[in-house]
């Protein structure tokens, strides 16, 4: 008995030869009380499922009544990881229909605790692990995974998981919640996604220590041994699934920057740590210049913190600032400050700086602090990434305050307990001044009767439509100009009720419609740059909406 699985939004249908319990237990096939009865008859359900046949609504309404009866975010994350390990189809479904309300669980601040707790939450396998054991099988392995056809591949090693530092095989939670978002709101299918965690051991000592830690017990493996690895896993994809985008994530500094010069130029991928958080901080920059006022390239920008995402965030903006002023990239990064963990950034401080912090060096005295720098520079904007809770002390936030009219503060490190400062602080400390956003949620904040939304710099607003256009128009690599459209795109989402509100970024419940946006924008410079392999479609944004996935239950036939 096989059943055929036909998709209705794409010309293509997939064959299983299951039936009984083996079709319940695929959560891929598996439709719970929504099997109809002639699909019951035809692979030997009845009996298997409860008798009545209830809809999908239905389900969704029996879904939500569980999972408001969970309180604490990590029973609802584990409640969500239960439910995509048994009905896929109803997972998303869930997901797409309350994606505001349920990010922050599947993804930060929530994820990051799940990750911390990996080993002792592990339920059931989802996506490959490659280790250094297993060097020189990594083709071979991948064998093992059923899916020929792969879109979207998200691969870590665990070492610098959000701001909670090396997580080893824990983090895999990551890419299992990135590809989650890139189904949910990029409408990938989501069987042509696959997580990766490349085990590489881990320096975390009580992960070490831990029975209950289900990564190799060996500490990093570190240098040209390392390079190897991840030649090997490149090389691999690229035989097994020509054509797959690889999204690194959560890499070291050290790691990340390397890998993505190495891989770019000679394959489809990118770095969403340092391109996509890079597109959306500038898109939500745009956004913020739209209330403050004023031109991107006369704006003064303090970065606390120096590491992969600052200085994506800082390439993005330099790329912004010479496409609309047509300036040099070199005179760009004039209108730019770093500091790192000890100080400002400067060629005269007398230490031997990373590679990637040299180009943003200044030529002045070096000063130790960031409420010093503040008084020197008098920026308009204030980015933190540093990873430090509450360095935006009130001092200041008041000194930022203090020379410009409406400070832009961006407090984006994640989770939520490491932001630079909360919402609340930003308006108060700046009497409703502030234009504010941050890298995890913030609730809502009533000051002076005025209530300030703000705005999330979320950055699957930017990385399910770059990833969704680069796949649709088959993209032989990723430029910046599409990281850099990408962001232009999503800030004219931004509509003057939220700008109203002091939000900088569109709300959640409008994902979909920004992914097809951004999708046709990047695919849109992938044809003007000669990088795309599928033909012109008549209307882009008709054809990018054919290619998304929609979470409802398939018509199953049997070929007997």
Known sequence: MTITKYDTTIQSKKQVTKRGLDVINDPRLNKGTAFPYNERDQFG????VPPRCTTIETQVQRVMGNYYRKTDPLEKFV??????????????????ENLEEMTPVIYTPTVGLACQKFGALYRRTRGMYFSVEDKGMFRKMMDNWPENEISVIVVTDGSRILGLGDLGANGMGIPVGKLSLYVAAGGIYPNRTLPVLIDVGTNNQDLLNDPLYLGIN????????????????????????????????DFTNDHAFYLLEKYRHQMLCFNDDIQGTGAVA???LLGALRIAGGKLEDQKIV?????????????????????????????ARKQLW???????????????LKAHKIPYARDMEFIPTLTEVIRKVKPTVLMGLSGQANSFTETVIKEMARHVKRPIIFALSNPTSKAECTARQAYTWTDGKAVFASGSPFEPVEHKGQMYVPGQGNNMFIFPGVGLGLVACGAKKVTDS??????????????????????????????RQITESIATAVCRVAYKEGLATVPVPDDILSYIQNQMYHPAY???ESDS
């Open 45 to 48: 359900l009845r009996g298997l």
């Open 79 to 96: 409640f969500l990881s239960a439910l995509h390990g048994r009905n896929e189809c109803l997972f998303y479904r869930v997901l797409l």
């Open 218 to 249: 060996k500490t990093r493996l570190t240098g040209e041994k390392y390079n190897e690895l991840m030649d090997e896993f490149v090389e691999g994809v690229q035989d097994r699934w020509p054509g797959a985008l690889i999204q690194f994530e």
């Open 282 to 284: 500038l898109a939500g």
């Open 303 to 331: 970065f606390l913190g120096a590491g992969t995402a600052a200085v994506g965030i800082a390439n993005m903006i330099v790329a912004g600032i010479v496409e609309e002023s047509g300036i040099r990239p070199e005179e």
């Open 338 to 352: 770093f500091l790192d963990s000890k100080g400002l950034i400067t060629t005269r401080r007398g230490d031997t």
């Open 482 to 511: 599409m990281f850099y459209t990408a962001a232009r795109t999503l800030a004219k989402r931004v509509t003057d009720t939220d700008l109203h509100q002091g939000t900088v970024y569109p709300g959640l419940k409008r994902i």
């Open 554 to 556: 398939a018509v199953y």
